[in-house]
DNA sequence: AAATCGAAGGTCAGTAATGGTCAAACGAAA
DNA sequence: TTTCGTTTGACCATTACTGACCTTCGATTT
């Protein structure tokens, strides 16, 4: 468990128990809260509150500045769960295609468990990342993906 | 009993004493406590706990990285329904793909209702019988009913 | 109104801390 | 002697974290 996993489980807590699915926080404040470097907190935000986990940042700069992170509606939650089984496309990295099972995480869509043999099987059968083998990557992910979420 | 086998026996017995057939160590530490070099402990985790043995391996890389080490459910049937797995092989035409998930139905390894969503993924993703499409069909069709079996 | 200042947040490159890969050497069994 | 599983080490890839420097914005001063 890193700093950085801390940092994440605490603002995801908090956006747990926030009443519109958004907090505001002080970067400056929360890095002095963590006793870290501010450019840490935008390091969390930028590898684990992403788009494609479904969440949405916004901030201001100068006085009164803040950053405020959106986790997306759960209402729309089918929808985006269509949406991300498209945004695959034809081909994806290895590091893109965990962050589209993240993704699915995130939602719900799958658990942890399908998560861990869908990378499993992916690493296994798909060695590299030439376009050719993140087509095939890309073939494979849905195929598994789709029957976890039809089945 | 060499060395490889000491650490297998290791693992294995951590597996058994755990909670939720899972257990994360650190590799360098791991090597420390063995006397040996790091990548010693990959040789292990690829030759005793692979997908075949019913392991799946997960990691991480980077600052506080870890390897996690799942033990998969042992199911009745099993011998049977890996060798039908390996069968498949690296191509099939879409009738011998019929005949493979009919041969699954009949262990009742899937389910009709995957059977039919299988089928149909592979009817709209792969066209026609040519030795590429054979491939591919080939590629899915196991990736499908790699994540069903094993879920 | 323009210039300036201070208080935020942003970016990026560098360093450290992990784990991964692969080919060669080794060694026991056939 | 050959073969095949084991062991090693050099080199690679990824992730975490830091700090110097940059940009933006509101408030204050000229």
Same mark, same amino acid.
């Given at each position: 468990m890193t700093l950085a996993d801390l940092i994440e489980n605490y603002i995801k807590?908090? +956006?747990l128990n926030s009443k519109d699915q958004s907090i505001a926080i002080s970067r400056a404040q929360l890095a002095e809260q963590f006793?870290?470097?501010?450019?840490?907190?935008?390091?969390?935000?930028?590898?684990?509150f992403t788009i494609e986990r479904g969440y949405i940042i916004e901030s201001r700069r100068g006085g009164g500045g803040y950053i405020r992170i959106f986790r997306l509606d759960p209402k729309e939650r089918e929808n985006l769960i269509v949406q991300l089984f498209h945004e695959i496309g034809q081909s994806v990295s290895e590091a893109a295609a965990d962050n589209f099972l993240d993704a699915f995480?995130? +939602?719900?869509?799958i658990n942890r468990k399908q998560v861990q043999l869908i990378?499993?099987? $992916?690493?296994?059968?798909v060695v590299g990342n030439s376009e050719e083998q993140d087509r095939l990557r890309a073939s +494979? $992910?849905?195929?598994?993906?789709?029957?976890?979420l039809n089945q």
């Open positions: 807590q908090r +956006l006793r870290c470097v501010p450019s840490q907190i935008n390091y969390v935000l930028t590898t684990r995480l995130e +939602l719900s869509a990378r499993a099987y $992916l690493q296994q059968e +494979l $992910l849905k195929a598994m993906i789709f029957v976890v």
